[in-house]
């Protein structure tokens, strides 16, 4: 969602759909600014045991933005993504990503395993897919 969405993220979700208490007040607990890192919101969905999807929901839910990207895309200020292009791509990261593309896309979830499999920073992956002109979606907290 963009900056214009701010404020309605509820409204991706089916009306009527409520947070569980403990996890709310998990989320509230560990904001910061208002706000919910990407790490942190995957940090409480292994400390719950719920797949990212749902913390992501529950943020949405509660009109909490999620920001700092862990792939750079967005969340961060002043400039939104500060994920730039890869001055050049190893081509066995770049056989691996065209091999997994989703309608196009790679998958967040993807482009992490990636980044465990090649010994490379996640950010270095959404780089890559920035040089090859790759979109990065779905996010895995439902993000984008």
């Known amino acids: 969602m963009?900056?214009?969405?701010?404020?309605?993220y509820a409204a991706k979700h089916e009306p009527g759909r409520r947070v569980p208490d403990e996890l709310a007040e998990k989320i509230r607990s560990?904001?910061?600014?208002?706000?919910?890192?990407?790490?942190?919101a995957?940090?409480?969905a292994e400390e719950e045991n719920l797949p990212p999807l749902e913390v992501g929901a529950a943020a949405d839910l509660m009109e909490i933005p999620i920001v700092k990207c862990r792939l750079g895309l967005y969340g961060y200020k002043p400039d939104k993504k500060i994920v730039?292009?890869?001055?050049?791509?190893?081509?066995?990261?770049?056989?691996?990503?065209?091999e997994s593309l989703v309608d196009g896309r790679l998958p967040c979830a993807a482009a992490w395993a990636f980044a465990d499999k090649f010994g490379i920073g996640k950010?270095?992956?959404?780089?890559?897919?920035?040089?090859?002109?790759?979109?990065?979606?779905?996010?895995?907290?439902?993000?984008?």
């Open 84 to 98: 730039k292009p890869a001055p050049e791509v190893d081509p066995a990261l770049e056989s691996a990503i065209r």
């Open 2 to 8: 963009t900056h214009e969405d701010r404020g309605h």
């Open 42 to 44: 995957f940090e409480i």
């Open 123 to 144: 950010m270095d992956v959404s780089a890559a897919c920035e040089t090859l002109g790759i979109k990065i979606r779905p996010c895995q907290l439902g993000s984008f």
């Open 30 to 40: 560990r904001c910061k600014n208002g706000e919910l890192p990407c790490m942190v």
